[in-house]
Nanobody, 121 residues
Framework: QVQLVESGGGLVQAGGSLRLSCAAS????????MGWFRQAPGKEREFVAA????????DYADSVKGRFTISRDNARNTVALQMNSLKPEDTGVYYC??????????????WGQGTQVTVSS
């Protein structure tokens, strides 16, 4: 069982940066791939980024490549999402998830409650 708690969301102007963090409980954190998804109002939850158990492999949605960076610290049971050059279309609730590090929702078993990111134009 893994419990996930996101933090770091907020309001930022376009072009700005935010760093999201996800703290995981449970001794098996290092066995899981981790992902970030987001959901804008009226839209489905979509893949943002993923990282494998060791941190040696990452994947990104085309819309965030070159702007977002996912990382993890297995010693601290945390995963982070550094978001730079933010755009209004990045607005949404961001969710941390633990699973197989794929880009589909069904590949993740555990989800956090989400943190709101709002980018103003």
């Amino acid at each position: 069982q893994v419990q996930l708690v996101e933090s770091g969301g907020g309001l930022v102007q376009a072009g700005g940066s935010l760093r999201l963090s996800c703290a995981a409980s449970g001794r098996t954190f290092g066995y899981y791939g981790m992902g970030w998804f987001r959901q804008a109002p009226g839209k489905e939850r979509e893949f943002v980024a993923a990282i494998n158990w060791s941190g040696g492999s990452t994947d990104y949605a085309d819309s965030v490549k070159g702007r977002f960076t996912i990382s993890r610290d297995n010693a601290r049971n945390t995963v982070a999402l550094q978001m730079n050059s933010l755009k209004p279309e990045d607005t949404g609730v961001y969710y941390c998830a633990a699973g197989r590090a794929g880009n589909r929702r069904y590949e993740y078993n555990y989800w956090g409650q989400g943190t709101q990111v709002t980018v103003s134009s």
